[in-house]
């Protein structure tokens, strides 16, 4: 969703996380506002994440797990990971439904695959969702 100036507005005014906002406003110093609004993990947000690297998936997968897959959970996993352009929708529920029967509950490569579901976020990301970036132009009409 794109960025919400009367939202971002209302975000610096109030600074619910207490990043410090106010000082920064005061001078408008618009690149530091910037700064704090974009770097990810000041905050304990989190965002669920839309799309991923096949190799980011195979990376989280041990081995020795993937040996003692049977032929077909091996060959989903293959198809999943080899016939993909670039990354692979994480956030589609039929990719998440096709993933999930692979690794069992107790495989140390289920818990790691369900790690990468979130990350955490910058505070544009926690309001806006993921991936959204907020510039100097959105702090400057946020600030009128």
Known sequence: MPINISALKVELQTDPKALGFSTFVAFRDLNKLVDLLNTKGLTN????????????????????????????????????????????????????????????????????????????ASRTEALFGEGEVANTGHVDLALR
């Open 45 to 120: 947000d989190t965002v669920s994440i839309g799309t991923i690297t096949a190799m980011t998936l195979q990376q989280n997968v041990v081995a020795a797990e993937y040996i003692a897959l049977t032929a077909a959970q091996r060959n989903l996993w293959d198809g999943t990971i080899f016939t993909c352009p670039q990354v692979i929708a994480l956030s589609n529920t039929l990719v998440r439904g096709q993933i999930g029967p692979v690794w069992s509950a107790a495989t140390s490569t289920r818990g790691n695959l369900s790690n990468l579901q979130v990350r955490a």
